[in-house]
């Protein structure tokens, strides 16, 4: 064989080697997300990289066709979360354009940042294309670029998925100082539920994130007729310094006792009779397992009405006449875990109206009978649409009148109300937690026995 021969031998083996190394690194080069098209251009791979560049320019990890794109159009930085021993990733967009990112419709401002939720629209200028983001988890997911192709380490990882993986967002429910409450529609399932999005808050150590899954494995056990069921929790970065807390939980469908009282100015004593002896019950459960509610109020009262399709149907109690059955559901406990117990206590303390006074007087080692008391507030309005504390009632002011245990029963308000319930109210509404009714005590009254 000659030397040329050899030489064009040994250059063809050497580019058919080349040739396979290039394909296999096309099949195993590890994605974090896709984007596609909603005008019929081609879906564009976005790879797994610390930081990837979108834009016209040749030098960037992915072109972008457009008359008006900038040549680094946009920066995505890669996020890694770690939570119920769970990794995560995420892409941080930040805008490096003249003619600006847009996400879902909306026009980012030069040099600001936002994380990538899957299902965003995502437009680069008027010209650079419009396209629908997703992320990809496979096994090789949270490998970086220049992690060797040949390293197995990542395998196994485990994965979970983002609130928007799973979830479709719906219309807004309701809305208060640490959270909105918005429906949501189960991707699989097609259940409905409402989640309460927490407003954002600092990203928490590891000690914090522990805590709190400890807590949220003890709420998502609990399994009571007469408490809203968690369904699960999610948290997504904000950006990187703060996350959201997602909490999903059982949809109930007939609003707060709030607005029941609010549109009868009061509820019979036999109707609220049948509604307390369902709300202590959910409390004894909790109790039970040691949670303490801590904002017991007709706000944090649902009720799950069914209606009577016929004046034939028997009811189940004493309710209204289109009301077959009428079901508690308490709703908000444990939230001191997920906003702070400092912050908690001082929100409480600008409105205290159903606030136990070892609370008030920032006591730590309150216990269950905080719950009582806020009962014994509650059972109070029911009967009698107005609050037994109130700055309207001054002097003193509100605060004075729940430490001193200031109260009274006004004529001509509870003239018919018997004096059994008087009797419940007052052991509820002991200034001293030592002798105020437990739960156990309570739904032993004689009140409930009749």
């Known amino acids: 064989m000659s030397l040329i021969r050899k030489r064009q031998l040994i250059t063809t083996e050497e ?3 080349h040739q396979v190394k290039r394909q296999a690194t096309t099949i195993t080069t590890p994605l974090i997300a896709k984007l596609y098209s909603t005008r019929g251009a081609p879906t564009i791979d976005v790879p797994n990289k610390s930081t990837i560049f979108l834009g016209r320019s040749k030098a960037c990890d992915v072109q972008l066709q457009g008359v008006d ?5 946009c920066q995505l930085d890669r996020i890694t979360s770690e939570s119920q021993d769970k990794t995560r ?3 941080q967009l930040t805008d490096l354009s003249s003619n600006g990112v847009y996400i879902n419709g909306e026009k980012m401002d030069r040099q600001t940042s936002s994380i990538l939720k899957t299902g965003d629209k995502l437009q680069f200028a008027k010209t650079g294309g419009n396209y629908i983001f997703r992320y990809t988890y496979d096994i090789t997911n949270d490998v970086s670029s220049d992690v060797p192709l040949h390293d197995n380490s990542h395998v196994g990882k485990s994965f979970k998925n983002s609130f928007f993986d799973d979830y479709i967002l719906g219309k807004q429910l309701g809305t208060g100082h640490y959270a909105i409450v918005r429906e949501a529609k189960n991707k699989q399932t097609g259940q409905v539920v409402a989640v309460k999005v927490f407003h954002p808050n600092k990203t928490n150590s590891a000690a914090q994130d522990a805590k709190l899954q400890q807590e949220m494995n003890l709420l998502l056990s609990i399994n009571h007729p007469n408490i809203v069921q968690f369904v699960g929790h999610y948290i997504e970065p904000n950006n990187k310094n703060s996350v959201n807390t997602y909490l999903v939980l ?5 609003g707060e006792l709030f607005q029941r009282i609010v549109n009868k100015q009061k509820l019979r004593s036999d109707e609220t009779r049948a509604i307390f002896k369902q709300l202590l019950s959910g409390l004894k459960y909790l109790h039970d397992n040691d949670i303490i509610h801590r904002d ?9 009405i069914t ?5 034939q149907q028997e009811q189940t109690g004493p309710w209204d006449p289109d009301e077959l059955e009428l079901r508690v559901k308490i709703a908000d406990f444990g939230l001191a875990k997920f906003i702070g117990e400092l912050k908690f206590t001082n929100t409480l ?3 205290p109206a159903y606030v136990a006074p070892e609370i008030l007087k920032y006591d730590r080692n309150y216990s269950t009978k ?17 609050p037994p504390f109130s700055d309207e009632l001054a002097p003193p002011n509100m605060k004075e009148q729940i430490l001193t245990g200031k109260y009274a029963f006004y004529s001509p308000y509870f003239d018919e109300i018997d004096d059994v319930v008087l009797d419940l109210i007052t052991n509820l509404l002991k200034v001293d937690p030592e002798e105020r009714f437990d739960v156990e005590h309570a739904l032993n009254h004689e009140w409930f026995q009749d």
Do not use: M, Q
């Open 69 to 73: 794109v900038s040549s680094k159009h």
């Open 307 to 311: 209606r009577r399709e016929n004046p």
């Open 250 to 254: 059982e949809k109930v469908n007939n």
């Open 15 to 17: 580019e058919d080697a």
């Open 89 to 91: 990733e995420y892409l």
């Open 349 to 351: 303390c600008g409105t």
């Open 296 to 304: 017991i109020k007709p706000e944090n009262i649902l009720l799950d």
């Open 370 to 386: 905080v719950d009582l008391w806020s009962s014994g507030v509650l059972l109070y309005v029911c009967l009698s649409g107005f």
